[in-house]
């Protein structure tokens, strides 16, 4: 992906949203956790987080759920943070005016994108 532009992009199973909290590259697993929504059917916000057009779901650039409207706001800490609400987020750096995505998530796949 050639960078420049502020845009969506789309490939297989990888969606490019734009840039996060840090300014920086975020590709997630084109799947909400909650519902497997296409998470490209949803919108980037203004604080960099990305809002699953089903039920507004919200995830910051590391895949971790930070806003669930629909619940109590005792509920809603214990319930983002579960892990099974995490979205699957892939490893990005920009080099030589292109956008390089990792195609492996989780743990280790940020250091071996290095």
């Known amino acids: 992906m050639r960078i ?16 996060g909290e840090r300014g920086n590259w975020v590709c997630f697993e084109d799947q909400c956790p909650h519902r497997l929504v296409p998470l490209s059917e949803g919108r980037l916000e203004t604080d960099g987080t990305l809002q699953c057009a089903y039920h507004a779901w ?24 579960n892990e099974r609400a995490r979205a699957k987020v892939f490893p ?16 280790d796949a940020h250091l071996e994108s290095l």
Request: glycine content about 10%.
């Open 58 to 81: 919200r995830f910051n650039s590391k895949g971790e759920c930070v806003k669930i409207p629909q619940a109590e706001p005792e509920q809603e800490k214990k319930l983002c943070s």
């Open 92 to 107: 990005t750096q920009e080099k030589h005016g292109l956008l390089w995505v990792w195609g492996e998530s989780g743990a």
């Open 4 to 19: 420049g532009q502020q845009l969506c992009s789309y490939w297989e199973r990888i969606w490019c949203c734009g840039r």
